[in-house]
């Protein structure tokens, strides 16, 4: 029997380790790779869970401040009758001097406030309200124009289709296509539709009126630009000077406007429904809130969300 050796060149040993060599730092500069981009991705997963986190508690904590909101506009007063009553939060001086004309108040730590009382904005069910006029009319559009957005606006609301131009007949449709509702204004889509050839106009009625505004109006409740655009300066100033520093006496504000100003419209009291507007900044988080709501304490619950967006 015959055995054979053969015996491989030392060269050809090196090579091989060599080869082993580069395959194993290959395999480890992979799994270095693939571990790099699971940490990656962990790190990405943690980010993402703390944002939404984050938004999470921002939502929680507008939640609450509505609900704080509508506490505090159906209270009368506020007193601890617990044991342990400096355990409880009671509402801040600041809190409950929240004004009714829409200017921003810091309601606790990251959270800003503003509420605004809905007979503080012109009605926009009702474009017959002496104040629309007086506030188009300083807005210096002729009297012929003016006359003609009341007219088309208290068309598409009214039951009838008699026109607002003595003897003629409402139109099938508005010159923009959209036709006549024959109902009051559910949302500022007709107030759009009217004044819809004037963009700038337009923008400055969308902020000063309201769908669920009030025919009697409230003007310690009006936003600064709705009293500039309906008074002239000092009446203006000296409202919003007397009711910053809570020095307004809501009986006597009458005394303040011009004398040709029917005032059977204008009131001196809240009404039971507001716009609350909340901005909460939680971390990384932004939440904003718009609410329009009703408050009736006869009711359970005692208020109704009309606009919760």
Known sequence: MTSVIVNRPRQALGQESGVALLQV????????????????TAHNQVAISGQIEDRVRAQLAAHSVRSEVIFLKLSSSIEARQLDAAALELPSEGRLRVNGYGESIV??????????DLNGLLP??????????????????????????????????????????????????LPTGEGYLNGYAQNDKVIRWVFQDRPDLLSELLVVSDVHGKFDTNPANYPNSLLNALFDEDIAANVISQRESSKLERAKLNLLFPEELNKNYVVNYNSNGFKLNIHVEHGAARWHALHTIILNAGNNPPYKLILNN
Not at 27 to 38: H, K
Not at 107 to 115: I, P
Not at 157 to 164: E, V
């Open 25 to 40: 730092l290959l395999l480890g500069a992979v799994m270095s790779l693939i571990a790099i981009r699971f940490t990656e």
């Open 107 to 116: 309601w606790r730590e990251g959270v800003e406030v503003s509420l605004q």
């Open 124 to 173: 926009q069910i009702f474009p017959g309200h002496p104040f629309w006029h007086r506030f188009l009319s300083r807005k210096s559009i002729e009297m012929e124009q003016i006359r003609k957005y009341i007219g088309v606006w208290e068309d598409i609301q009214d039951s009838d289709t008699d026109s607002w131009q003595i003897g003629g007949v409402e139109p099938v449709t």
